[in-house]
């Protein structure tokens, strides 16, 4: 390959002129108009514009224009009207929501629909009442698990309703946390950053 270029450097100015008629443009200035595509394939583009996304997400104008897409998106308890789901996309943009995180506020009861717009309801209150109830769960889990840990090495067949109630009350402390202090924490997390954009 070296050689090559070797010979058109010592050809004659005359044969270097031919050598560069034969080197072909990589982006020609003036390019053929485009071919007229196969007709399946602007069929299929076609019937692809048209179709809905299977996983139900849906751009937030389409949840504002249509409630059935609205539901589908963030669940069947979201019955809102117009002027209410344009302010809860307006507060979803204000704060950077997700829409899981959309969910946890509506099902914890923690969105509140005003004359003036949806609002983040979170109170502290309730958080700390949670925070109350599992802190006595939490020693009820600790009592009930050191009560279990002797029968689980001498006799493991007695030690399976021990096991049983520790998995439920270890159940009930996640549910605790996650609809009365998690919110109001979300929301806590939410207006600092909010207020170090703005």
């Avoid at 224009?65 to 996309?89: Q, S």
Wanted: net charge positive.
């Amino acid at each position: 390959m070296d050689g090559r270029h070797d010979r058109e450097r010592r050809a004659p100015p005359e044969r270097r002129d031919e050598t560069r008629d034969k080197v072909v443009p990589l982006r020609p200035e003036k390019s053929d108009p485009p071919q007229r595509l196969d007709p399946r394939l602007e069929e299929m583009r076609r019937i692809l514009a048209q179709s809905e996304p299977l996983d139900g997400t849906y751009s937030d104008e389409e949840v504002i224009a249509d409630e059935g897409k609205f539901r589908k998106r963030f669940g069947p308890g979201f019955r809102w009207n117009r002027r209410d789901r344009i302010g809860l996309i307006a507060l979803k943009k204000r704060y950077d929501l997700t829409d899981p995180e959309i969910k946890l506020f509506q099902h914890t009861g923690n969105l509140r629909r005003t004359p003036f717009g949806v609002q983040l309801s979170a109170s502290p209150w309730i958080a700390l009442w949670g925070g109350v109830q599992l802190a006595v769960f939490s020693l009820f889990f600790l009592a009930l698990m050191f009560a279990a840990l002797p029968n689980l090495g001498a006799a493991p067949s007695k030690a399976v309703k021990p096991l049983l109630g520790l998995g439920g009350l270890l159940l009930f402390c996640y549910l605790l946390y996650w609809f009365y202090i998690k919110p109001w924490r979300l929301q806590r997390r939410l207006d600092r950053e909010r207020t170090q954009r703005g």
